[in-house]
């Protein structure tokens, strides 16, 4: 397997598995517990890690630049309906109105 992605914060590893679930991908979550049990690792290998099989590599990577690329920030709410709406939607889906 190989690994694709680590980071110091469970949460943006577990992001980045949704993304890859979201492509199709799966992935083994590694280190989930370790932290804070460092002993005398390099703290980078304590860190929490996302492995794939190793013919995945190349569009986990892809999946995951997409996703980066992506706008992100909160949800916003539609003035015209309500509606709340995900930061990567520049109008609304349900009345097709232009916020932001
Ligand atoms: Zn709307």
Redesign the pocket.
Known sequence: MKRIFRAASLLQVAHARNVLIAAGIESELRNQYLAGAMGDLPMMETWPQLYVQDEDELPALRALARAEAAPSGPPWT?S??G?VLEPQFTS?W??G?IDH
Do not use: S
Request: charge should be negative.
């Open positions: 539609c015209e309906c509606e609304c349900r009345c109105a």
